[in-house]
């Protein structure tokens, strides 16, 4: 049973352009969290999604940023116009089911670079 | 208030010697989970253990021992018998049940550990 998959691992752009991030669920899960980390910090929760839905993106920027997951592919973070601050390690999380005592499951990470 | 306090940025521990790392948590919730992860330099997170606010015995798993003492909200990890591939990052993080879709992990800041020969 395959992880979690994320791609690209690394990714360098230039600031003003976009980024797209990938995340492929475990097989059988249905639920996606994205979390950020920022240099020498701790993970910081951005958005959890459902198949079609948001249903928490209470971390996510107001501006710029965007999450989806379709029905059929991987969810997809979106980063618009970046900035240098955007620099950081986007790791997506799932897990089977909602609840306190359901594991999330990381993926091996993105490593966003904004030059 | 922080919900998830470790309070040791940096521990040494000697190789085959037994380290504790903090964690302290903030939560009215009567319903959460507390996890560790290791982070090694290649940047994965590592699930290594975990446990239910209700749970009555301590968790283990292998070397890992997790010292919930819910009076006092510390869920501190015990790694036995280190090696030299501990040595990581190590996060502690909390989900609480909350209500409707409150599944999120908070992490806490994390601990940076060196074994040593």
């Known amino acids: 049973n395959a992880g979690v998959m994320q791609n690209p691992r690394h990714l360098v752009r230039r600031r003003g352009q976009e980024a797209r991030l990938r995340c492929s669920p475990m097989k059988g899960h249905s639920h996606v969290y994205w979390y950020r980390q920022l240099p020498e910090e701790g993970l910081k929760f951005m958005v959890y999604?459902?198949?079609?839905?948001?249903?928490?993106e209470s971390g996510m920027p107001k501006e710029r940023f965007s999450a989806e997951f379709p029905k059929e592919g991987p969810s997809i973070l979106r980063i618009q116009q970046v900035v240098r601050g955007d620099s950081a390690a986007y790791f997506c999380a799932s897990s089977p089911r909602q609840g306190a005592s359901y594991e999330q499951y990381f993926g091996p990470g993105t490593r966003l670079t904004v030059t | 208030a922080q919900k998830i306090t470790q309070t040791q940025p940096g521990m040494f521990v000697q190789e085959k010697e037994a380290v504790t790392l903090d964690c302290t948590y903030d939560t009215s919730d009567p319903s959460y989970g507390l996890f560790w992860y290791k982070q090694p330099s290649s940047g994965e997170m590592i699930f290594l253990i975990y446990?239910?606010?209700?749970?009555?015995q301590n968790a283990t798993e292998g070397r890992y021992s997790l010292n919930f003492q819910k009076a006092r909200k510390s869920a501190n990890l015990v790694i036995s018998a280190s090696q030299l591939g501990d040595s990581a990052m190590y996060f502690c993080a909390m989900r609480e049940k909350g209500t409707g879709t409150a599944s999120k992990l908070t992490f806490g800041t994390g601990t940076r550990l060196q074994v040593t020969l």
């Open positions: 446990q239910g606010s209700y749970d009555q």
């Open positions: 999604l459902q198949k079609e839905n948001i249903i928490d």
